[in-house]
């Protein structure tokens, strides 16, 4: 039953999930497994990739960074969590990824983990910092109000124009 369950929830998360095999004491990482939503965002069937080690499947700088990560999971023996950006998917994509080893008799055997596709999180991470940045560094007085019009942000133009502080304009 246990078994079961493990099997109907790893084929239907709605994150890409991943058991890599661990071999040479940690200098091969080879697929074992990945499920329908692995596939879906990154374009590979299990079919073309269980059975391939990491540098089979993607180029050599992404295949650099990705042991990189797989062998500070299996030297720290602990989960980590960490964002990349591979160039192995559709062109270019940033990947929220966490990994964990599986221990066995003492030994990492496996490294099990899930990613999500960020791209487009971060594409909105980056208009923002450029949005605000402008917003900083403009000439001219901006303010942002809430719905009732309370000023909830001044930029330093603001103040320099106005003769108004942050502390003075704010509520």
Avoid: M
Avoid at 54 to 77: L, Q
Avoid at 105 to 110: C, F, L, R, S
Avoid at 145 to 168: F, H, M, Q, R, W
């Amino acid at each position: 039953y246990e078994l079961e369950r493990t099997d109907t929830l790893f084929q239907n998360a709605q994150d890409g999930l991943f058991a890599i095999d661990v071999e040479d004491g940690g200098e091969t990482f080879r697929v074992n497994r990945v499920n329908p939503a692995y596939e879906t965002v990154s374009g590979a069937t299990a079919g073309e990739i269980q059975g391939k080690t990491i540098r089979e499947i993607t180029d050599e700088t992404d295949s650099d960074a990705i042991r990189k990560k797989y062998t500070e999971c299996v030297n720290g023996r602990e989960p980590i969590e960490y964002e990349e950006y591979l160039t192995a998917f559709d062109g270019g994509s940033w990947w929220e990824t966490r990994i964990a080893p599986v221990i066995v008799d003492d030994e990492v055997t496996q490294i099990v983990g899930s990613t999500r596709d960020i791209t487009d999180r971060k594409e909105r991470e980056r208009r923002l910092q450029k949005f605000q940045q402008i917003v900083r560094n403009t000439g001219h007085a901006v303010f942002f109000t809430d719905v009732d019009g309370e000023i909830k942000y001044v930029n330093p133009a603001y103040e320099d124009l106005t003769g108004y502080t942050s502390a003075d304009a704010l509520g």
